[in-house]
């Protein structure tokens, strides 16, 4: 008789409860799946991947205080062989690459989950790395071009979010008024943005900035 191999053991990590309910539910109904565990946020996350020793970790990408990308680099520098789905809502979110290049095996938008998380799930247990389906590639491609902000950049747009001004930014940062103002304009180019308020609402859906950069600002 060939022996039943054990159900793949799965970490749910999601801040919305409905969510990791929802992915409970789902994963219930699969013989070959087991729950594991949840966890809220990115510390929890990596606490509980080293409590658990779960086979595949189900990871979001937008988490309180430890985000999703953090968590991920976490968790790969204590197990390299780890296997981690990212789950996000935004189509071309930046911290999906990010996420990529930490380690992640896999990525998935939420509204994709009913359909393509349990084989998703069962491709990465077996090791191998999961495709991005062609139009969630291009968006990402897309998205990269379209927010490659330099640095400094980012570092402005970090300012703007936390409410200051140009002038207010260019002591901060030791550099002009205007100068500041040429790289808003670059920014709202780069990102399609209307102005400085929409600017800053691009930048945090597609995770540029976080809303500590938005907080504390760099110097």
Do not use: W
């Not at 409970?24 to 070959?32: F, M, T």
């Not at 920014?187 to 609402?201: P, S, Y």
């Amino acid at each position: 008789m060939t022996a039943v191999p054990p159900p793949i053991g799965i970490l749910v990590v999601d801040d919305h409860p409905l969510l990791r309910d929802g992915l409970a539910a789902l994963l219930g109904l699969q013989p070959d799946m087991h729950l594991l565990g949840e966890a809220a946020d990115g510390e929890e996350a990596v606490a509980q991947f080293l409590a658990l020793q779960p086979d595949v970790v189900l990871m979001d990408l937008q988490l309180p205080g430890v985000d999703g990308v953090e968590a991920i680099s976490r968790i790969r520098q204590h197990d390299p062989r780890a296997r981690i789905i990212v789950l996000t809502t935004y189509r071309g979110d930046v911290r999906a690459v990010r996420a990529l290049q930490a380690g992640a095996s896999g990525y998935l938008l939420k509204d994709m989950l009913r359909h393509e998380l349990v084989d998703t799930i069962r491709t990465v247990h077996s090791g191998k790395r999961a495709g991005i389906p062609a139009p969630l590639a291009a968006s990402i491609a897309a998205h990269v071009v379209e927010d490659s902000l330099s640095p400094r950049e980012t570092e402005v747009l970090g300012h703007v979010a936390g409410g200051r001004s140009n002038k207010g930014i260019g002591e901060r940062m030791h550099i002009s008024e205007q100068t500041v103002k040429a790289h808003m304009k670059n920014i709202m180019e780069k990102l399609g943005a209307r102005d400085r308020t929409h600017a800053v609402t691009l930048a945090l859906k597609r995770g540029i900035i976080s809303l500590d950069d938005a907080a504390e600002p760099t110097v």
